[in-house]
């Protein structure tokens, strides 16, 4: 069975730093793109970041860049969220997702922006006052 | 203010059909990108629902059926039921952005 599974969320100060990771089975980890995927608490989904299968391409929202680090280990099947320089507005439920591929008559290819087949439970980043 | 446009909420009765609506523009669906939809359950991850504008994961129901055109995408549901009681979100990619967009999310009650 393929599953994702967060976890490195929990309560920080603005300003501080945590990471997430996820780990994946049942799925050659390796051969797909995975992202992040945010959602504050009562709103709506927002792409974080991205990384291409080989780690050789990273993605990021404006957001975030500059201050969220994306990676993978891909002989640990996992992915991780390095997050700095927080700010309330990160607050949220932090999902991973493996990226799906397109595949056309002949061939498939993985687009780091395609559709996301498998999500992980979510894991939750909250600010202590 | 998302990229893509859903209306906020939409109802229907349980046996009738509704249409979800995803507005976009030149930058991402109508450039051509593929629109995918996800289901969110109260309380869950978002499930893929349809994927590439119109095809069906393993799993779902024809009730759900997907289409682009121009700017546009739609999700429709026909034969509502109250398990189909959920928010629903499209996303695409945006090539002015270089990044994946989803829209605002559409909240599905069945009367």
């Known amino acids: 069975e393929v599953q994702l599974l967060e976890s490195g969320g929990g309560l920080v100060q603005p300003g501080g730093s945590l990471r997430l990771s996820c780990a994946a089975s049942g799925f050659t980890f390796s051969n797909y793109a995975m992202s992040w995927v945010r959602q504050a608490p009562g709103e709506g989904l927002e792409w974080v970041s991205s990384i291409s299968g080989s780690s050789t391409s990273t993605y990021y929202a404006d957001s975030v860049k500059g201050r969220f680090t994306i990676s993978r280990d891909n002989s640990k099947n996992t992915l991780n969220l390095q997050l700095n320089s927080l700010s309330v507005e990160d607050t949220a439920v932090y999902y991973c997702a493996k990226v799906g591929e397109y595949c056309s008559s002949t061939s498939c290819t993985h687009y780091y922006y395609y559709y996301m087949d498998v999500w992980g439970k979510g894991t939750a980043v909250t600010f202590s006052s | 203010q998302s990229v893509l446009t859903q209306p906020p909420s939409v109802s229907g009765a349980p046996g009738q059909r509704v249409n979800i609506s995803c507005t976009g523009s030149?930058?991402?669906?109508?450039?051509?990108?593929?629109v995918h939809w996800y289901q969110q359950l109260p309380g869950t991850a978002p499930k893929l629902l349809m994927y590439g504008n119109s095809n069906r994961p393993s799993g779902v129901p024809d009730r759900f059926s997907g289409s682009k055109s121009g700017t546009s995408a739609s999700l429709a549901i026909t034969g509502l039921q109250a398990e189909d009681e959920a928010d629903y979100y499209c996303q695409s990619y945006d090539s002015s952005l270089s990044g994946v967009v989803f829209g605002g999310g559409t909240k599905l009650t069945v009367l």
């Open positions: 030149s930058s991402n669906i109508g450039a051509g990108y593929d």
